[in-house]
T-cell receptor, first 118, second 112 residues
Framework: GAVVSQHPSWVICKSGTSVKIECRSL??????MFWYRQFPKQSLMLMAT?????????EQGVEKDKFLINHASLTLSTLTVTSAHPEDSSFYIC??????????????FGPGTRLTVT | QKEVEQNSGPLSVPEGAIASLNCTYS??????FFWYRQYSGKSPELIMS????GDKEDGRFTAQLNKASQYVSLLIRDSQPSDSATYLC????????????FGRGTSLIVHP
């Protein structure tokens, strides 16, 4: 299957600072990537769809000014959590679909980034 | 009514037994169905996909789809402690975006 990486795998930051998370498709080009958030023992929550070369599409209730998404190339999408607060502490996971092989819409997930805001 | 429903569990089975995980969905137009496994603290991993009614086998895993009854299940034969994880069902509807809808997942515990 397609390989998706994320960096960093974990990060601790102070309240009020910003954190950038990178998501890369390693062996395919992804015109679209997805960002999820998952709190402990909760289900995946889709935050936004990242589109290469255009603005991201945010799900209802997700603050676009707080969670900045940039998809500047076919293999890289970034999520920046601005002015982070403790309630933003969560597991952030990106996923991508390989348009060449995923004819049936499988998504492949990155390993996730655990964010802790102190 | 939730679009994709799963029993949160935990489902506890002894090692070597068959674990049966179920998922129901509300949209009759759904076309693609996926099972993901998520270990604690890790991201989901795709283990099975199924698109047609009937059974699809891959090693110890069998996915079963019944579109008339709107359910999809995952059977794990010869369950091992390493199978202990949360299993997420995902359903893709016809048309619209290609973002599947995820269930909340079923926690499976395989005890020695």
């Amino acid at each position: 299957g397609a390989v998706v990486s994320q960096h960093p795998s974990w990060v601790i930051c102070k309240s009020g600072t910003s954190v950038k998370i990178e998501c890369r498709s390693l062996d395919f080009q992804a015109t679209t990537m997805f960002w999820y958030r998952q709190f402990p023992k909760q289900s995946l929550m889709l935050m936004a769809t990242s589109n290469e070369g255009s603005k991201a599409t945010y799900e209802q209730g997700v603050e676009k000014d707080k969670f900045l998404i940039n998809h500047a190339s076919l293999t890289l999408s970034t999520l920046t959590v601005t002015s982070a607060h403790p309630e933003d502490s969560s597991f952030y996971i990106c996923s991508a679909r390989d348009p060449v092989t995923s004819v049936s819409y499988e998504q492949y997930f990155g390993p996730g980034t655990r964010l802790t805001v102190t | 009514q939730k679009e994709v429903e799963q029993n949160s569990g935990p489902l506890s089975v002894p090692e070597g037994a068959i674990a049966s995980l179920n998922c129901t969905y509300s949209d009759r137009g759904s076309q693609s169905f996926f099972w993901y496994r998520q270990y604690s603290g890790k991201s989901p991993e795709l283990i099975m996909s199924i698109y047609s009614n009937g059974d699809k086998e891959d090693g110890r895993f069998t996915a079963q789809l019944n579109k008339a009854s709107q359910y999809v299940s995952l059977l794990i034969r010869d369950s091992q402690p390493s199978d202990s994880a949360t299993y997420l069902c995902a359903v893709k509807r016809i048309g619209g975006s290609y973002i599947p809808t995820f269930g909340r997942g079923t926690s499976l515990i395989v005890h020695p």
